[in-house]
């Protein structure tokens, strides 16, 4: 079992950045893809970006390609969506996600969720 606690959500204007964090418990972090989804308000869920378990390998969407950054810090259990140049569009809950599976790319449900993180972006 991982349990997963997300922080550095909040409320920012247009244009304005965020930096999400992630920290899971365990001693597997590295054995994991790390991943960040979001779900707006009446929409479903959708991945935003994908990190592999050594980093050297990311996917994102293409509508935060450019703007999001994911990264991990094995050492510390921890990963980061740095959230830059941030639209009303982006305006969600943030959820962090591991998987299991070492080509994972969120078109599936994860192995383990999150409890998600409100970003709210004003126009």
């Known amino acids: 079992q991982v349990q997963l606690v997300e922080s550095g959500g909040g409320l920012v204007q247009t244009g304005g950045s965020l930096k999400l964090l992630c920290t899971a418990s365990?001693?597997?972090?590295?054995?994991?893809?790390m991943c960040w989804f979001r779900q707006a308000p009446g929409k479903e869920r959708k991945v935003v970006a994908v990190?592999?378990?050594?980093?050297?390998?990311?996917f994102y969407a293409d509508s935060v390609k450019g703007r999001f950054t994911i990264s991990r810090d094995n050492a510390k259990n921890t990963v980061y969506l740095q959230m830059n140049n941030l639209k009303p569009d982006d305006t969600a809950v943030y959820y962090c996600?591991?998987?299991?599976?070492?080509?994972?790319?969120?078109?599936?449900?994860?192995?383990?969720w999150g409890q998600g993180t409100q970003v709210t972006v004003s126009s």
């Open positions: 996600a591991v998987d299991h599976r070492p080509y994972y790319r969120g078109t599936s449900d994860p192995t383990y």
């Open positions: 990190m592999s378990r050594s980093g050297d390998r990311t």
């Open positions: 365990g001693r597997t972090f590295s054995t994991y893809v």
